[in-house]
């Protein structure tokens, strides 16, 4: 089956994890390793300054200032209380990546297009993360938000892991894993992360696959062979 020819995510996120993303994942395994062996009691936080230093590397400071600021919007919001108040705050900062003056702003900080998409992306995962976090805040009881702390926020959106694609995982799992403390042991660790890499490797290639092979791109761009097929072929 031929590769759909309007794909172009397949070989942009080739090209990005080659040349730098597996590398920073690589980086952030070594930290998480060596901070659980050394200071495990601040592992939240040397995972944090890792995700933001990768931030600034590939986004540059102005890239990374836009999730910053993002970031401590939402928590702003939050304060308030109210999810409908956090869920107009992120449809609100989702929509100024479509304001074109400021696409024309963002496009001029960087050297290529692929730069350019890459912030886009990023910027639209984070908002789901502050997203996330917002709600969870609004839910809780008073005595709950101690553990929803700004600091505490910054560590889940500048996760590495999870920075450009995501999958979503909830505050509250989030930090109930950072704060489990665990004996170390190679072997346990040498499985986990074992099998972390297969999971991973295994939903990443069947979301592009599917993306690759099944031609979705090539449909959002031409409506007629949606118009010309049967109700019983798109049910």
Not at 21 to 35: C, D, E, F, P
Request: aromatic content about 18%.
């Amino acid at each position: 089956m031929p590769q759909d020819p309007m794909d172009f995510e397949w070989s942009y996120w080739i090209e990005w994890g080659r040349e730098r993303i597996l590398w920073l994942l690589a980086g952030h395994l070594l930290v998480s390793q060596m901070s659980r062996l050394l200071v495990e009691k601040y592992k939240p936080w040397c995972l944090m300054l890792y995700g933001m230093a990768a931030c600034w590397l590939l986004l540059g400071i102005k890239g990374f200032a836009v999730i910053l600021l993002h970031a401590a919007i939402s928590f702003a919001v939050a304060q308030f209380q109210l999810s409908l108040l956090t869920w107009l705050c992120s449809l609100i900062l989702l929509s100024t990546l479509r304001i074109p003056a400021v696409e024309e702003t963002k496009r001029k900080w960087y050297d290529t297009e692929n730069e350019y998409y890459l912030l886009l992306f990023t910027v639209s995962v984070r908002c789901l993360f502050c997203t996330s976090f917002s709600l969870e805040y609004c839910w809780h009881a008073p005595a709950q938000k101690s553990s929803h702390s700004f600091p505490w926020m910054l560590a889940y959106v500048f996760y590495y892991p999870t920075f450009h694609n995501g999958p979503l995982v909830n505050f509250d799992e989030f930090s109930k894993q950072m704060r489990r403390q665990e004996a170390f042991s190679v072997k346990t660790n040498l499985s986990i992360l074992i099998v972390g890499i297969i999971r991973i490797f295994f939903w990443w290639c069947l979301a592009e696959l599917m993306i690759h092979l099944m031609y979705i791109h090539a449909l959002y761009s031409s409506a007629l062979p949606l118009e010309s097929a049967s109700y019983w072929a798109l049910g």
